[in-house]
């Protein structure tokens, strides 16, 4: 029984060889080399080539090594087998370190600092907010956005978040936070954010929802001196010269952004070089071969039991 590994952009040979620790005696392939097409069972992608996937008649599951799945629902080949996302606490640990940080750097005015230290500046603010009154509001409240909110809510916070259907926003009870859905809650939603956290998937229904009109619903006359954007979804939630507007009229005070339209962000953006942006490359939460290949290992192993899979996307939502 082979798996196929099918990988742009990350470094395939680390994830051959866990795959290979993980699954002994599978044979592991990937698309460079010559393999019998029948054999493959399984297929593991990150950006595979679109249309790489078609052709192999005993697919029985795709797995994708990412908790975002926008990369696959691009392949109009795509089989129509099982398709499972990484869902694991490690990354989702990993994603709620940086959201906390970069709402704490907001809170704590971090970036002045670090101006104020460049110019042996010795000059602070007797007025810092407590966390408690500063709004942070999640865009996507999925397992990624519930653990922040989560972590959030206990170093005060005052966190609410926005989904899609009113059932999930039923079943996610955390404690002192309300969460608001679909279109008519959004306006609420965003008038009463400060710091505007967006970890929703790229769907037909979500990209380029992060543009000007959106963003001027946000609070400005919060403690934290304007509205502040934290974006570690998707890069094609964004609209980038609506941002870079936004930022320029006032409406946005700061943007901290970890996903872009292009990536890598072309040299040429202007983003880079603009004084309250901050940029990190794609990777707020990393999958780590070691624990995600693990994870595979032991979706393979259900279904060789006759479990059902665990983490099963759904192809009509898009995630
Ligand atoms: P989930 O599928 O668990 O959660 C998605 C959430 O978004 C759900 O609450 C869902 O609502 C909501 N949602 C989806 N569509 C809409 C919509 N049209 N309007 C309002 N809400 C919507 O995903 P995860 O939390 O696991 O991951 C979220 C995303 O984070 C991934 O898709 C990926 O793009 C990104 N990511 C980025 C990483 C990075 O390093 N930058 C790392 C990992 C993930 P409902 O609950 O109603 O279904
Ligand atoms: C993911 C990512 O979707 O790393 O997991 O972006």
Redesign the pocket.
Same mark, same amino acid.
């Given at each position: 029984m082979t798996v196929l590994v099918a990988l742009r952009d990350w470094d395939i040979d680390a994830w051959v060889a866990r795959l290979r620790r993980e699954l002994p005696g599978r044979n592991i392939v990937t698309l460079g080399e010559p393999f019998d097409r029948r054999a493959v069972h399984y297929a593991v992608s990150w950006k595979h080539p679109p249309g790489s996937l078609a052709g192999l008649p005993n697919l029985s599951a795709i797995f994708s090594l !990412?908790? !975002? $799945?926008?990369h696959l629902m691009g392949d109009d080949r795509l089989p129509d087998v099982p398709i499972m996302?990484? $869902?694991d606490p490690d &990354?989702?640990s990993r994603?709620s370190e *940086?959201i906390i940080l970069h709402c704490l750097k907001i809170l704590r005015q971090q970036m002045r600092y670090v101006r104020q230290q460049a110019e042996r500046l010795w000059e602070d603010d007797r007025d810092q907010p407590a966390a408690a009154d500063v709004r942070v509001g999640i865009? #996507?409240? #999925?397992? &990624? #956005?519930q653990d922040a909110a989560r972590k959030l809510r206990m170093i005060g916070f005052d966190v609410a978040g926005?989904?899609?259907?009113a059932?999930?926003?039923s079943s $996610?009870v955390i404690e002192g936070v309300e969460v608001f859905? !679909?279109e008519e809650g959004l306006a609420p939603f965003l008038a009463r954010t400060d710091i505007l956290v967006c &970890?929703?998937? &790229? +769907?037909d229904? +979500?990209r380029g929802i992060l543009d000007s009109k959106l963003l001027s619903g946000l609070a400005r006359t919060g403690r934290t001196g304007g509205a502040h954007l934290i974006n570690?979804?998707?890069g094609g939630l964004q609209v980038e010269a609506d941002i870079l507007a936004c930022l320029d009229d006032g409406t946005l005070a700061s943007a901290t952004l970890? $996903?872009f339209q292009t990536e890598p962000l072309p040299q040429a953006s202007p983003l880079w070089t603009h004084p309250r942006v901050d940029i990190t490359p794609?990777?707020?939460?990393?999958?780590a071969p070691a624990t995600i290949a693990r994870l595979v290992a032991e979706q393979i192993a259900r279904a060789e039991r006759g479990e059902p899979f665990q983490h099963a996307v759904d192809r009509s939502?898009g *995630?």
């Open positions: !990412g908790a !975002g $799945v926008d996302r990484v $869902v &990354l989702t994603m *940086y865009m #996507g409240m #999925g397992v &990624l #956005g926005w989904s899609r259907t059932r999930s926003a $996610v859905t !679909g &970890l929703l998937p &790229l +769907t229904d +979500t570690a979804g998707r970890d $996903v794609h990777n707020a939460a990393m999958s939502r *995630y």
